[in-house]
């Protein structure tokens, strides 16, 4: 019985490439590590199914045939050092036949030469940053999938939990080397397909690097533990050309430019507090709450709160530079000037918070100086 | 419960709730444990449910993050520390007295002491779930500063429970070693001991020398929160990865102190229902005890992604490797003891089988995980998930159920109604591993542990294991049932309760005296 079960289960395992819906096995991934990894995995599995066959099938037999209502009679023995010493030395040289080539690509994956590529990585409960060293490149990456689709009130598509509004975008075919580090609590930066999972954690830096050999679309999770919305904290990374990099670089350029321009524009509160709604759901959401209700004992109330109904640099001042050592977080480098701008406003004058106060783009652009 | 009757001799228990409050004997104390550790499952088993009812489909229907992190915290803590660690404790006060054939434990009243900080661990622990801010919602392994800088202010009453639950493990460990060493009848030398006995020795030095590593863990996170120091604090010059060592280096040694144990059940069963004594008692030693040695020097397998040096990585992946030797030599030894055998399949002997295999499938997918470069994707997946849970449920939790059945008969006097077992083990079967073997595969397919809503590629799995889950979790009525039952109105037991039993517990009465061996059997 229990063979046939594990028998069925070694079946379903290897059937498994024919069957999109049910993903059984590891991804064979995008890199040359990847790939041995996955070689790994696979030999290691067929040791152990060998390994299990031969045990369960002497377990099976005995179970089978030596059984009291088969009229077997219990046999007397009970040590044989020889089988005992075979039994002890033959898997440990199975072992040793593992560790080897296992060693092996652990040395490849520590090979710390030059990379052609240096992104910073930075885990923030519950987003990404990423940070082109080389170029003045820098943004964060957090879900896009909308609370509608996880709340079940619609469909879902089919990248759900798995999509992000500003993906890492890397060239094909070079080294890339991401340096990772946190600024709240661990995090770990996993993609699948590049079989890197390294743990982002605050205070240290963390190395991995990649070679991606085919442009695509990759996608991964945080892998560690980090709160509340640990599970919406997905990874996207798409690979180009390089062509495609170089002119993907540019126009991201060009398009922080024309943000700093637009802080110079005048707004209206309508305006602001349009543009506000949607940046606090997308940045504040999460712990302040829909209501800005917040939740007693974890994350305060900004409904009626002394900060939100009181003196307005004191508010300018917590959500540029947050509170250390709590969860809340700096936004300065986060939001551009116009978001901070008007999620300020709308924090001031929405749920009842009357205040009529507008916070000016220009203002805040002053501050980020 | 415990008859007293057949010991008339003897004073009785006391009657009345101060019966179990002020208690010194070995076997109330160890009843307090068993079933102490079965609400505990109850209860660590309904936070089970709902995380896995909430997982059926993909989207938030039933709970919403926060709270289903906080049940796999409480989930993950009830059963260890709650459900497993007093069960065996209740096993051991049951047994190990009258195993080596001494009359009580050696030291009666710490033994009363070590129980009743229980309940009220466990109380102030379950309680954090009505303070604001909510229970503990940093998973069972508490990773700063996810469980300091940024915890719940319930953090506290955790810490607190879990100094105390340390307290009780210590307490109940010296008085098994003491006993050991102490109290055995004349003639019963160390390598005459039943294998429950020796894995429960190793394993209660394990206990000795860990849980003031988990106390001293606990206590620098109490420091870092409320006296303003900054042990796992980067910006104050800590090192969030220290809590990992500190913790890791608690935590290994913790899962063998969850297994061993279960050896010694195993161990015990398979060669009376085998009919046959045990292949290689020397090495099932020997074995126990390199297990325990080597768990020492593994910890860090459990953090080969937070970035150590090269050798690090080597050095415990060769360690780790190195302990599928002791724990193969055990698994050959249960099968070379059932072979040419004379076997018959009564509960306890079905839960003990299905714990070689199972467990052993567990071994193969920790075997898998040892192996560092595979664990870089293998690593805080839903694949470590069915790795633990097939050495826990199926292996621990299964060699529990094994070791109750067969000794029930024993405590109380009376058969368990056999077929009900049978249907028991069936449902258990059937249901952990629709539950658990799934889980192999969403975790290699790249779905993280933890999470509260998944993508879509990983919902056919998920409604397979749930199902499983509650299949599991209702199957375990059948036990209760069943359990009372038996100690109402069971078939009467003989004192040799098995056919092919053996050692001294079987040549007390069934039920067995209030006070085991008030003098000394003789040991052949
Ligand atoms: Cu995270």
């Known amino acids: 019985m229990k063979r046939v079960i594990f028998g069925l289960a070694v079946l379903l395992v290897t059937a498994s490439p024919s069957h ?23 030999v290691i599995f067929w040791i152990c199914v060998v390994i299990g066959v031969l045990v369960f099938g002497v377990m099976l037999w005995s179970v089978v045939y030596h059984r009291k209502s088969r009229g077997a009679k219990a046999k007397n023995f009970h040590e044989s050092l020889l089988v005992e010493i075979t039994w002890t030395i033959v898997p440990f040289i199975i072992l040793i036949g593992m560790a080897v080539p296992a060693t092996a690509t652990l040395i490849k994956m520590y090979d710390n030469t030059e990379a052609d590529i240096d992104i910073q990585v930075t885990g923030y409960q519950w987003k990404w940053r990423y940070q082109y060293l080389a170029e003045n490149v820098d943004f964060f990456s957090s879900l896009s999938t909308p609370r509608e689709q996880i709340n079940n009130t619609q469909e879902k598509t089919t990248d759900y939990l798995l999509e992000v509004d500003n993906p890492l975008v890397i060239p094909v075919g070079k080294k890339v080397r991401f340096l990772l580090t946190a600024n709240d609590v661990i995090h770990s930066w996993w993609v699948p397909e590049f079989a890197v999972k390294k743990d ?47 002119s993907w670089l540019a126009e991201v350029k060009q398009a922080d430019a024309k943000q700093q321009q637009a802080a110079m524009k005048s707004w209206n509160l309508a305006d602001l507090m349009a543009m506000g709604e949607e940046v606090y759901n997308k940045a504040c959401l999460a712990c302040h709450q829909a209501e800005g209700e917040g939740i007693p004992g974890a994350f305060p109330a900004l409904k009626n709160s002394p900060v939100a109904l009181g003196e307005v640099s004191v508010h300018i001042d917590v959500v540029l530079n947050g509170k250390p050592g709590t969860a809340m977080q700096a936004y300065k480098e986060q939001l551009s000037a116009v978001e901070l701008a008007a999620v300020i406003t709308y924090e001031r004058n929405a749920w009842g918070n009357k205040t009529g106060d507008i916070v000016t783009p220009a203002q805040i652009a002053e501050l980020k100086e | 419960m415990t008859s007293s009757s057949a010991s008339t001799h003897h004073h009785g228990p006391a009657v009345g709730l101060s019966r179990w409050l002020y208690t010194t004997n070995h076997k109330d104390i160890g009843t307090l444990y068993l079933w102490f550790s079965f609400a505990m499952f109850l209860t660590g088993g309904c936070m089970a449910l709902l995380i896995r009812a909430e997982l059926f489909q993909p989207g938030l229907q039933l709970i919403q993050p926060d709270f289903f992190n906080q049940m796999t915290t409480m989930h993950g803590l009830i059963m260890v520390f709650g459900a497993v660690m007093p069960a065996f404790v209740g096993l051991a006060n049951w047994m190990i007295p009258m195993m080596v054939g001494a009359p009580d434990m050696a030291l009666p009243r710490m033994n009363n002491w070590s129980f009743w900080i229980l309940p009220f661990a466990f109380s102030m622990m379950l309680s954090t779930l009505f303070m604001e801010g909510g229970a503990p919602n940093f998973g069972w392994t508490f990773y700063a500063p996810l469980s300091t800088t940024y915890a719940p202010p319930s953090v506290t009453f955790f810490i607190f429970a879990v100094h105390m639950m340390g307290i009780s493990s210590i307490m109940g460990a010296i008085n098994i070693i003491a006993t050991i060493l102490n109290l055995r009848a004349p003639g019963m030398s160390m390598m005459k001991l039943p294998l429950f006995v020796w894995t429960w020795l190793i394993t209660a030095f394990l206990l000795i020398a860990v849980m003031p590593v988990l106390a001293g863990v606990v206590t620098m996170m109490l420091m870092d929160i409320h006296f303003g120091t900054s042990f796992f604090n980067a910006a104050g010059g800590g090192d969030p990865v220290l809590f990992q060592h500190v913790f890791w280096f608690f935590g290994h040694p913790e899962v063998y102190i969850m297994i061993l144990p279960a050896f010694g059940i195993v161990s015990e069963i398979i060669p009376t229902f085998a009919r046959k004594r045990l292949f290689g008692y020397p090495s099932m030693v020997y074995a126990t005890a390199s297990i325990a040695l080597l768990s020492f020097i593994v910890w860090a397998h459990h953090m080969f992604t937070v970035g150590l040096p090269l050798v690090a990585e080597v050095f415990f992946m060769f360690a780790t490797m190195l302990i599928a030797v002791p724990t193969g030599v055990k698994v050959f030894n249960w099968v070379a003891t059932m072979f040419r055998g004379s076997m018959t399949f009564e509960t306890p002997m079905l839960f003990a089988l299905a714990f070689v295999v199972l467990f052993t499938i567990g071994g193969f997918s920790g075997l898998m995980l040892a192996i560092a470069p595979a664990d870089f994707q293998y690593h805080d997946t839903y694949f470590v998930v069915a790795h633990f849970h097939y050495v826990l449920v199926p292996g621990a939790v299964f060699a529990i159920m094994a070791g109750a059945y067969y000794w029930l008969p024993k405590w109380c006097g009376n058969y368990y109604n056999e077929t009900m077992g049978k249907v028991h083990f069936w449902c258990s079967f059937v249901g952990v591993n629709i539950t658990f073997f799934p889980m192999h595969f969403i975790g290699l397919a790249g779905m993280p542990r933890r999470i509260p809503d998944y993508a879509l590629q990983f919902a056919d799995f998920n409604a397979v294991a749930t199902v499983g889950a509650f299949m599991f979790g209702f199957s375990q009525l059948i036990f209760l049932y069943n359990v009372i039952h038996c100690i109402r109105k069971g078939r009467q037991a003989s004192s040799e309760v098995w056919e092919g039993s053996h050692g001294l517990e079987w040549t007390l009465p069934s039920p067995a005296p209030y006070h085991s061996f008030s003098e000394a059997p003789k040991v052949k």
């Open chain 1, 20 to 42: 999109a819906d049910w993903t059984m096995n590891l991804t064979r991934g995008v890199t040359d590590i990847s790939r041995e990894i996955y070689d790994l995995h696979m």
């Open chain 1, 200 to 246: 982002a954690i605050p205070g240290f830096i963390n190395e991995a690097w990649v070679i991606v050999d085919k442009p695509g679309v990759y996608r991964g999770q945080c892998a560690e533990l980090c709160g509340k919305e640990h599970g919406f904290m997905p990874i996207v990374v798409e690979v180009k050309t390089v062509a495609e990099y170089e």
